[in-house]
T-cell receptor, first 114, second 114 residues
């Protein structure tokens, strides 16, 4: 079946260091969404990417959608303690007519070293 | 504009009892999705419903689990004869149109089976 692989599973960084998580889909996606889940919280929508090669920025967060629309990345510059949480990507396979089911990555947990 | 509401937030059941989880989508949203999340794991899609219709239940176990979204009232996820392995966080999300749109998550119900 369709899969979205997300790596790494965990990333430990010192505060101020950068963080990157990557998603790779086994199929072409019509769009990809990114969510953040704080510890003990629920997923919160961050952004949606639709166009091939699209790059979007939200302050220290940079989101990219690959040219082939099969991969995506989230990069955080100079992490802060407020960035702690798990980041999920969720893709919409383009071949599905109804486009109703997002395929979720397993998430990357960002941990700030004390 | 209230967000997605879920209740109860925490639910404790003994093995063999029934668990009933409720979800009220955001106002104007007619699409509801249920997900299960085990500790330290990603989101697992369970079921997608529109008003009075189950659109996709491919992620929901065939036995003991059922879901509904009646014309009036909240969506209900029902787990009969719970077992310890059912202990998890169950999240409901809603969207206005379909999965192409952002999914808005509720706070989740943490189910603990003793």
């Amino acid at each position: 079946g369709q899969q979205v692989m997300q790596i790494p599973q965990y990333q430990h960084v010192q505060e101020g260091e950068d963080f990157t998580t990557y998603c790779n889909s086994s199929t072409t996606l019509s769009n990809i969404q990114w969510y953040k889940q704080r510890p003990g919280g629920h997923p919160v929508f961050l952004i949606q990417l639709v166009k091939s090669g699209e790059v979007k920025k939200q302050k220290r967060l940079t989101f990219q959608f690959g040219e082939a629309k099969k991969n995506s990345s989230l990069h955080i510059t100079a992490t802060q303690t407020t960035d702690v949480g798990t980041y999920f990507c969720a893709g919409n396979p383009s071949f599905l007519d109804s486009n109703y089911q997002l395929i979720w990555g397993a998430g990357t947990k960002l941990i700030i070293k004390p | 504009n209230a967000g997605v509401m879920q209740n109860p937030r925490h639910l404790v059941r003994r093995r063999g009892q029934e668990a009933r989880l409720r979800c009220s989508p955001m106002k104007g949203h007619s699409h509801v999705y249920w997900y299960r999340q085990l500790p330290e794991e990603g989101l697992k899609f369970m079921v997608y419903l529109q008003k009075e219709n189950i659109i996709d239940e491919s992620g929901m176990p065939k036995e003991r689990f059922s879901a509904e979204f009646p014309k009036e009232g909240p969506s209900i996820l029902r787990i009969q004869q719970v077992v310890r392995g059912d202990s998890a966080a169950y999240f409901c999300a809603s969207s206005p149109i379909a999965a192409q749109e952002t999914q808005y998550f509720g706070p989740g119900t943490r189910l603990l089976v003793l």
